[in-house]
């Protein structure tokens, strides 16, 4: 077995890096995109969710298949960076399109475009958050990894927002905006994969066996902790896409201030920033899922306000920003350094390193909840009177909106933080787990 030491800072950041554009695709595409097309090409809200619903289940089964081939491929640049390299640039070229729809687009061309961009985005981020997940092989080491990417990703998310802003400001429109973002990523993310390769190793495999497919199997299944981390993540991330997918329209719509769903957005994420540290300090008084299970706590008292709140009501829904964009630090940052933890217990068990296919689970968790929330809530909120394409805001639909925004994410993370609260894996069992990895090594 071969060891070495934590990640340097320089190493952290060159990692970090492609994050950010990443990011700033993320927020266009779920939370613009669907408003855009919905309201400015003019699909109708129903077949908008109905399309990314179909996107996501076919690009479903990508995710662990690629996980599965990056843990077993091993090219002469790594199994790691090899993929994300690679990737980068179709990746690029999909949200091109995605995001700068032709004249006379329709839900055919949203998709076939969004179908190519999940694909190439599976490939290129279950490798690349499997490689953040062995950059660090420590408890608190991989809190540190996890720290440096999200931060990079709400960095990515602000820019996300200023840009369209700003040409907007500069008199354009937001399909204008939109062709802005595209331009950012098509540059920055691979000149940032190229960066990331370069400065950041490739890990260092600590055993090599190989296990079959049933067995395989048996050991995924029998991964107590990761099976209940996965439980609370999927239920939280249900919870986090209703708002994601609704923002646009719940500031427009129930609050009347189309103008300041930017800035309510900036204020949010900037709070996530500044939340950070703080999660990062409770994590290490006590432990990453208790902290964990504390910010959604958070984020669920500053939620319960957020149904009630009616037309003018912004500076009260600014202040369910701060809170809530606080208890961001947490949802994003300590899950995911939770992950290595949970593969690490396979790894002992199993004898071979598979980050790939348990992030690529993980990642097809993630979008079965995105796609469930807008395959929830857009058909919801037609049924109920609310259709802003078709210039539809019945009483009914307004109720409704407010309470998916906010009065579902509610109950939902109460029942992540029911499951998460007594996480079975701590310090001490991990310290345990590496001793195991080591005989086998």
């Known amino acids: 077995m071969t060891t070495r030491s934590e990640p340097s800072a320089r190493q952290l950041l060159g990692y970090a890096l492609p994050a950010l554009p990443v990011a700033a695709l993320s927020l266009p595409f779920y939370v613009m995109v669907p408003e855009f097309y919905a309201r400015d090409v003019g699909i109708p809200i129903a077949t908008v969710g109905l399309v990314l619903l179909l996107v996501r289940i076919l690009d479903a089964v990508t995710d662990p298949l690629a996980g599965a081939l990056a843990d077993w491929t091993r090219p002469g640049f790594g199994r790691r960076r090899t993929w994300v390299i690679v990737s980068a640039p179709l990746v690029a070229l999909a949200a091109w399109f995605v995001m700068r729809p032709a004249e006379g687009a329709g839900a055919w061309y949203l998709f076939a475009w969004a179908t190519a961009l999940s694909l190439a985005w599976t490939a290129i981020s279950v490798p690349y958050q499997a490689w953040g997940a062995e950059l660090s092989r420590s408890y608190e080491g991989r809190t540190r990894v996890a720290a440096f990417r999200e931060s990079f990703t709400v960095v ?109 957005l900036v204020l949010y ?57 606080f208890a961001l630090g947490a949802d994003v940052v300590l899950p995911a350094a939770v992950q290595g933890d949970v593969i690490d217990v396979d790894t002992a068990s199993s004898g071979q390193e598979r980050a790939g296919l348990y992030l690529g689970l993980w990642a097809l968790a993630t979008k079965l909840a995105f796609a469930g929330a807008v395959g929830l809530a857009f058909p919801l909120l037609a049924a109920s009177g609310y259709d802003p394409g078709l210039g539809l805001k019945s009483e009914g639909g307004l109720l409704m909106l407010g309470l998916l925004y906010a009065g579902l994410p509610v109950l939902l993370k109460l029942g992540a933080v029911a499951l998460i609260w007594n996480f079975p894996l701590s310090r001490e069992d991990l310290a345990d787990v590496a001793r195991r990895i080591a005989a086998k090594g």
Request: net charge positive.
């Open 269 to 325: 994420f900037l709070c996530g920033v500044a939340g950070v540290p703080l999660w990062l300090w409770l994590a290490k008084r006590t432990s990453k899922h208790r902290a964990w299970a504390l910010g959604m706590l958070l984020a669920c008292a500053a939620f319960a306000v957020a149904p009630f709140l009616g037309a003018g009501q912004v500076a009260l829904f600014a202040l369910v920003c701060v809170v809530t964009g």
């Open 156 to 264: 990515g998310t602000l820019i996300a927002l200023l840009l369209p802003a700003i040409v907007q400001m500069q008199g354009g429109s937001s399909r204008d905006g939109l062709a802005a973002l595209a331009l950012f990523i098509a540059v920055l993310l691979p000149l940032g994969a190229l960066i990331a390769v370069l400065v950041a190793p490739e890990p260092v495999e600590r055993v090599q066996a190989r296990v079959d497919v049933r067995d395989g199997l048996g050991h995924l299944l029998a991964n107590r902790p990761f099976r209940r981390l996965l439980a609370a993540f999927f239920i939280n991330s249900f919870a986090n896409g209703l708002p994601a997918t609704l923002f646009l329209f719940f500031v427009a719509d129930r609050l009347g201030a189309k103008d300041q769903a930017g800035p309510l």
